[in-house]
T-cell receptor, first 117, second 114 residues
Framework: GAVVSQHPSWVICKSGTSVKIECRSL??????MFWYRQFPKQSLMLMAT?????????EQGVEKDKFLINHASLTLSTLTVTSAHPEDSSFYIC?????????????FGPGTRLTVL | AQTVTQSQPEMSVQEAETVTLSCTYD???????LFWYKQPPSRQMILVIR??????QNATENRFSVNFQKAAKSFSLKISDSQLGDAAMYFC???????????FGKGTKLTVNP
């Protein structure tokens, strides 16, 4: 149980285009989903927290107009990188929380590698 | 703000031996949770072990155990009988009670030598 999927697992796009990454909780309802960015050989950096049906809360320094987050249902959150540039190339990881069960645990997706040419 | 420090960027261990990864954290809260996550080359984050701050007993999961020293704010991970599959990045993480934001350390890269 507690499986989180991400799609696509990797994507290559041209500079200036937009890319959408999906995060799904497959066997539980996630009231909260998180989006992280991870640079090579570094730790996870939280970008934003999204709650179903409400606007995402972005961390300081993260451009909300560039990284659009939508949490339309209890099992799906999407991250859209708008007008992508090479510096947006990174590994993006989502996680989902089932805190209502009292476990205070996040379950992580397998990540998406984005390369912007 | 809470911080998590992993002072060992890299560690190595011989197969079948025991290794301890260190983690310290800074908080003024009394209600919190601590985690160790493993990130193998596949980059999938895997929960290794968790510890509730209110529990005095150290958490154990098979070959993985922690030494939780609340007063010292220390949360080290001991891996016994190390296996080649244990090679990965290990991240220590803190979660304040009532919050959902994990605070990660910078990670320790563990190499297991055959």
């Amino acid at each position: 149980g507690a499986v989180v999927s991400q799609h696509p697992s990797w994507v290559i796009c041209k500079s200036g285009t937009s890319v959408k990454i999906e995060c799904r909780s497959l066997d539980f309802q996630a009231t909260t989903m998180f989006w992280y960015r991870q640079f090579p050989k570094q730790s996870l950096m939280l970008m934003a927290t999204s709650n179903e049906g409400s606007k995402a809360t972005y961390e300081q320094g993260v451009e909300k107009d560039k990284f659009l987050i939508n949490h339309a249902s209890l099992t799906l959150s999407t991250l859209t990188v708008t007008s992508a540039h090479p510096e947006d190339s990174s590994f993006y990881i989502c996680s989902a929380s089932n805190s209502p069960t009292g476990r205070n645990e996040q379950f992580f997706g397998p990540g998406t590698r984005l390369t912007v040419l | 703000a809470q911080t998590v420090t992993q002072s060992q960027p890299e560690m190595s261990v011989q197969e079948a031996e025991t290794v301890t990864l260190s983690c310290t954290y800074d908080t003024s809260e009394s209600d919190y949770y601590l985690f160790w996550y493993k990130q193998p080359p596949s980059r999938q984050m895997i929960l290794v072990i968790r510890q509730e701050a209110y529990k005095q007993q150290n958490a154990t999961e098979n070959r993985f155990s922690v030494n939780f020293q609340k007063a010292a704010k220390s949360f080290s991970l001991k891996i016994s009988d190390s296996q080649l599959g244990d090679a990965a990045m290990y991240f220590c993480a803190y979660l304040q009670g009532g919050s959902e934001k994990l605070v990660f350390g910078k990670g320790t890269k563990l190499t297991v030598n055959p």
